[in-house]
């Protein structure tokens, strides 16, 4: 069998990361930990103008480029490591649907995460997303569909007449703590 006669029988079910959302207008990981730079580590993002120095201007911007160029658990890990506060990871509001007219922007979900729902909920399969981020809620919502988001520490209910969205790195409806979301390496391990 190949995949678009598993499609055609319904006998697919999705498990998705980041790529799923880039082309909804969220912030992507990479302007997150920009972000942070700037908020928590400004030397990072800007020279040292007060001294004037051409050489720190340069050293920031390698130090910021190679800051956000890394795997956002990893940043995160080390951020965390370094504060032991979960403060360092405010950045990651941005995702929270409240925050969306504060900062001026409104994602939408895109075709995937239309697709994905859809088919999902007619097939009766959840759908398994690595991302923390509202997108197949919201999508859900487009598509009047009955949904409920599901985190690690909930169990699946059977067969109920909802979509079950299973955020395996967790849920930003929530506070946004270490113990919320996944974004370090610790977190993510001790959940898969």
């Not at 370090?184 to 898969?192: A, E, F, G, H, L």
Request: contains cysteine; hydrophobic residues 40%.
């Amino acid at each position: 069998m190949d995949l678009k006669e598993a499609i055609d029988r319904g006998q697919v079910f999705f498990i998705t990361g980041a790529g799923a959302s880039f082309d909804s207008g969220l912030v992507e990981p990479k302007e997150a930990i920009a972000g942070t730079c700037a908020k928590l580590l400004p030397s990072f993002a800007t020279a040292d103008i007060e001294n004037g120095a051409v050489a720190t201007a340069k050293n920031a911007k390698t130090r910021f480029e190679a800051a956000i160029s890394i795997q956002p658990e990893l940043f995160y890990s080390i951020l965390y490591d370094c504060t032991r506060n979960d403060s360092c990871l405010a950045m990651w509001r941005c995702l929270k649907k409240e925050e969306w007219g504060k900062l001026d922007y409104s994602p939408r979900p895109n075709i995937n995460h239309l697709f994905i729902v859809k088919y999902s909920f007619e097939n009766n399969l959840p759908v398994f997303t690595m991302n923390f981020d509202p997108m197949f809620e919201e999508a859900a919502e487009l598509l009047h569909i009955p949904f409920k988001v599901y985190t690690h520490r909930d169990n699946l209910p059977p067969d109920d007449g909802y979509l079950h969205i299973c955020k395996l790195h967790g849920d930003i409806s929530e506070e946004i703590t270490t113990q919320t979301i996944c974004t370090t390496i610790d977190s993510i391990s001790r959940r898969n």
